[in-house]
């Protein structure tokens, strides 16, 4: 699995508009895309409003069909770009390679794969 991470501020007041795109537009089109496992927004409340948007993909060609052929390019449409004061132009892919659940804790760590 390949976690793509990006970060961005929302301009003063807009965070919880923000949200709500990302909630109602980018989300459910991230989600319905092939190799798509699942999408964190994490969110840090100040004057200006951090998010980190965390996607979950099955493998790089997976991204490359929600990035395009520059896969670690931002994917940021004029709609959100006018909520967001700053924002990263580049994505962050990570491969996962330890994974513990947080669910079973006698689970013995196993590396990702």
């Known amino acids: ?13 807009n965070g919880d508009a923000y949200l709500a795109y990302l909630t109602e537009v980018m989300v459910p089109r991230i989600r319905a895309l092939p190799g798509c496992r699942g ?12 998010f980190v948007v965390q996607s979950y ?10 990035a395009g052929a520059d896969s670690e390019h931002a994917v940021v449409p004029e709609a959100a770009r006018a909520l967001l004061a700053d924002f990263e132009e580049r994505a962050r892919h990570f491969e996962v ?8 804790a006698h689970a013995q760590v196993q590396p990702a794969g």
């Not at 999408?39 to 951090?50: F, I, K, P, T």
């Open 1 to 13: 699995m390949v976690i793509r991470c990006w970060e961005g501020t929302a301009r003063v007041d």
């Open 39 to 50: 999408v964190q927004v994490l969110r840090r409340v100040g004057a200006e409003d951090g």
């Open 57 to 66: 993909w099955t493998d790089a060609d997976a991204i490359a069909r929600f």
């Open 97 to 104: 390679v330890l994974d513990v659940p947080a669910d079973d």
